[in-house]
């Protein structure tokens, strides 16, 4: 009896340290067990379900790792540590094909995917019958959110953005199916298209097919549900700069009355003090999708939000100070002003001067959970695409602009004149609102803006070979027919 995701632990295997094989060789996760017999009852389906989300949140993916490298890759953090295993190569854009983040997220994302396709292919085979149509429907358009979210993540960091060749320059390896033995392992990339044309496919059948909410809280955070889908596809839209279309998905949690909270579904909200969205017990309205993580369940070493950008506890922080503010980043602008309550996230170190990000407060073993798409980024991603798409500074845009503006700081109505001054702050906003949150880079690459240069580290204009990671060395040993980013 075979053992799922043979090719993917292969890779793993091959790229990881010694001190980490012991622990690939037995991949699986508590609740999956040999496939022969993985969906034979309810609980065992479910069971793969619930993997699914753990492998997700896997600290080398979305427990981590996926959103400190595209925030350091901007130009909001200074190192302070120089170590390797801690993403100096990603800040400094020294990478290679070899280097630990290019095949660990590689790998670890892959691995997902697999883990997806191989539950849809027992799902179809074996499930179904188990459990009602319903459910097994419910079931599979979670395994395709979350395979979607994962190619949608790897095309952010492994292939050019959409506007550069709208879309005909290669992508990644489409894997629909799951893989259980080495030997179908060669596959060419597809287009940056396909990619994108997959995750809308999978993202418009989760839409349809998953439930309007949960019955608590702490699911309608943590498992997908129909506005999940939807807000994805507003990130997904904004980075194929498809404005009708983000305009269109955001229109579905929005509705056309007050912004203040979504029309139907899960009904999403700003929290009215964003502190709140960040503490215990996460389960805000506010969040769209999270990692939830615990004492039992945590993101590992050296792959904590709180580890890498709190401070020392001799600097009054409680992580380990890889990553300070950059004096000349966002936290520079004039505009965001002291009495905003996001400022509350900065803490200065009285005898350095340096500024550093609190956002996530957990001590060790670093049980914040990890945003990854909140109601605010809705509301910006709607936001912009309204001025996008009218050229204009448009009446309900800045509706929505101001709202989250004036959620953290209520004396501050930001009044744009004209196109250009109101994309800027909508951009501005983004950089304020989700300092930490692994969204500046993919804002800079959508719309092909030079990634700033910051203290040594020199500028990496769009068409620099930079701009994009390298491909997994792993992967282009093992698949015969892949070729590397150039």
Same mark, same amino acid.
């Given at each position: 009896?075979?053992?799922?995701?043979?090719?993917?632990?292969?890779?793993?295997?091959?790229?990881?340290?010694?001190?980490?094989?012991?622990?690939?060789?037995?991949?699986?996760?508590?609740?999956?067990?040999?496939?022969?017999?993985?969906?034979?009852?309810?609980?065992?389906?479910?069971?793969?379900?619930?993997?699914?989300?753990?492998?997700?949140?896997?600290?080398?993916?979305?427990?981590?790792?996926?959103?400190?490298?595209?925030?350091?890759?901007?130009?909001?953090?200074?190192?302070?540590?120089?170590?390797?295993?801690?993403?100096?190569?990603?800040?400094?854009?020294?990478?290679?094909?070899?280097?630990?983040?290019?095949?660990?997220?590689?790998?670890?994302?892959?691995?997902?995917?697999?883990?997806?396709?191989?539950?849809?292919?027992?799902?179809?085979?074996?499930?179904?019958?188990?459990?009602?149509?319903?459910?097994?429907?419910?079931?599979?358009?979670?395994?395709?959110?979350?395979?979607?979210?994962?190619?949608?993540?790897?095309?952010?960091?492994?292939?050019?953005?959409?506007?550069?060749?709208?879309?005909?320059?290669?992508?990644?390896?489409?894997?629909?199916?799951?893989?259980?033995?080495?030997?179908?392992?060669?596959?060419?990339?597809?287009?940056?298209?396909?990619?994108?044309?997959?995750?809308?496919?999978?993202?418009?059948?989760?839409?349809?097919?998953?439930?309007?909410?949960?019955?608590?809280?702490?699911?309608?955070?943590?498992?997908?549900?129909?506005?999940?889908?939807?807000?994805?596809?507003?990130?997904?839209?904004?980075?194929?700069?498809?404005?009708?279309?983000?305009?269109?998905?955001?229109?579905?949690?929005?509705?056309?009355?007050?912004?203040?909270?979504?029309?139907?579904?899960?009904?999403?909200?700003?929290?009215?003090?964003?502190?709140?969205?960040?503490?215990?017990?996460?389960?805000?309205?506010?969040?769209?999708?999270?990692?939830?993580?615990?004492?039992?369940?945590?993101?590992?070493?050296?792959?904590?939000?709180?580890?890498?950008?709190?401070?020392?506890?001799?600097?009054?922080?409680?992580?380990?100070?890889?990553?300070?503010?950059?004096?000349?980043?966002?936290?520079?602008?004039?505009?965001?002003?002291?009495?905003?309550?996001?400022?509350?996230?900065?803490?200065?170190?009285?005898?350095?001067?340096?500024?550093?990000?609190?956002?996530?407060? *957990?001590?060790?073993?670093?049980?914040?959970? %990890?945003?990854? /798409?909140?109601?605010? =980024?809705? !509301? $910006? @991603?709607?936001?912009?695409?309204?001025?996008?798409?009218?050229?204009?500074?448009?009446?309900?845009?800045?509706?929505?602009?101001?709202?989250?503006?004036?959620?953290?700081?209520?004396?501050?109505?930001?009044?744009?004149?004209?196109?250009?001054?109101?994309?800027?702050?909508?951009?501005?906003?983004?950089?304020?609102?989700?300092?930490?949150?692994?969204?500046?880079?993919?804002?800079?690459?959508?719309?092909?803006?030079?990634?700033?240069?910051?203290?040594?580290?020199?500028? *990496?204009?769009?068409?620099?070979?930079?701009? %994009?990671?390298? /491909?997994?060395?792993? =992967?282009? !040993? $093992? @698949?015969?027919?892949?070729?590397?980013?150039?």
């Amino acid at each position: 009896m075979k053992y799922i995701l043979i090719t993917v632990l292969l890779v793993g295997m091959i790229t990881a340290p010694s001190c980490k094989r012991e622990e690939l060789l037995s991949p699986l996760p508590p609740t999956s067990i040999i496939d022969s017999f993985a969906f034979d009852t309810p609980e065992r389906i479910i069971n793969q379900v619930r993997a699914l989300y753990s492998n997700l949140k896997n600290g080398q993916f979305y427990g981590g790792r996926y959103l400190i490298y595209n925030d350091i890759r901007g130009e909001e953090f200074l190192n302070q540590l120089t170590n390797g295993v801690t993403g100096y190569g990603t800040w400094n854009f020294a990478l290679t094909n070899t280097a630990q983040e290019v095949q660990g997220l590689w790998s670890q994302a892959y691995y997902v995917i697999n883990t997806a396709n191989v539950f849809l292919d027992g799902l179809t085979t074996k499930g179904k019958g188990i459990v009602s149509d319903s459910l097994a429907l419910d079931y599979e358009a979670e395994a395709k959110f979350i395979r979607a979210l994962s190619y949608y993540s790897l095309l952010q960091l492994y292939a050019r953005p959409y506007w550069d060749g709208n879309g005909s320059k290669p992508g990644l390896p489409l894997r629909l199916k799951g893989n259980k033995s080495i030997q179908d392992y060669s596959l060419e990339r597809s287009t940056v298209t396909q990619i994108y044309d997959q995750v809308l496919t999978d993202l418009n059948f989760a839409e349809t097919n998953l439930p309007l909410q949960y019955g608590t809280a702490a699911l309608n955070t943590t498992r997908a549900h129909r506005n999940t889908a939807i807000a994805l596809k507003t990130r997904v839209y904004m980075s194929m700069q498809r404005y009708d279309k983000v305009i269109e998905e955001a229109g579905k949690i929005v509705g056309a009355g007050p912004v203040s909270s979504a029309a139907t579904g899960v009904k999403h909200k700003l929290e009215s003090d964003i502190t709140t969205v960040f503490a215990s017990p996460y389960t805000s309205v506010e969040s769209i999708l999270s990692m939830p993580m615990s004492a039992d369940e945590v993101p590992g070493t050296q792959n904590q939000l709180a580890y890498y950008y709190s401070p020392t506890s001799a600097n009054g922080g409680i992580g380990n100070g890889e990553y300070a503010l950059n004096p000349d980043g966002i936290i520079a602008n004039t505009g965001w002003t002291a009495a905003d309550k996001r400022r509350s996230f900065i803490h200065t170190t009285a005898s350095t001067g340096k500024k550093w990000l609190i956002k996530y407060k *957990v001590r060790s073993p670093f049980t914040d959970w %990890i945003p990854v /798409i909140r109601y605010s =980024e809705v !509301l $910006l @991603n709607y936001a912009e695409a309204l001025v996008r798409e009218t050229n204009s500074v448009d009446t309900r845009a800045l509706e929505m602009l101001n709202e989250v503006r004036k959620r953290s700081d209520a004396a501050t109505t930001l009044a744009p004149a004209d196109f250009d001054a109101m994309i800027d702050a909508l951009l501005t906003e983004r950089r304020i609102e989700f300092l930490g949150e692994g969204r500046r880079s993919p804002d800079l690459l959508r719309l092909g803006l030079t990634i700033p240069g910051k203290a040594a580290v020199v500028a *990496v204009p769009a068409t620099d070979i930079k701009y %994009i990671w390298p /491909i997994s060395a792993a =992967e282009l !040993l $093992l @698949n015969s027919k892949m070729i590397d980013n150039k």
